[in-house]
């Protein structure tokens, strides 16, 4: 998972003793569940990716050798793809992160508990 800075852990513990403990609770309740969602689909990946390459060294192993090559181009899922992939996970989820706190800030702001 993606690890805050110094600074940026320092600014959210600011951030969640100036809170009033309602929004305290919706912040720490919010992040973890997106937390939870960043591990299940990183997970998730994770597996797809491993099954992908069971399924092509099966395939592999079961052809001649001769369409050995024609497998090789169907490999879709390389090392790259998954950083990809995984990637796209994080900045999601980096977004939602971000609009939560803007959320949690706007009620502190409007004095809401």
């Not at 969640?16 to 992040?31: D, F, G, H, V």
Request: with cysteine.
């Amino acid at each position: 998972m993606v690890q805050d800075t110094p600074a940026q852990a320092e600014k959210d513990s600011f951030t969640q003793l100036s809170l009033p403990a309602p929004a305290q609770i919706l912040r720490a309740k919010t992040l973890q569940s997106v937390n939870r969602v960043i591990a299940i689909n990183i997970s998730i990946l994770e597996d797809l990716a491993n099954e992908h390459d069971a399924a092509m060294t099966k395939l592999r192993d079961a052809l001649p050798p001769e369409y050995k090559p024609y497998v090789d181009l169907a490999d879709h899922f390389s090392d790259e793809k998954f950083g990809t992939l995984r990637n796209r996970i994080l900045r999601a989820c980096n977004d939602a992160r971000r609009e939560i706190e803007e959320t949690v800030q706007s009620l502190r702001l409007e004095g809401g508990q």
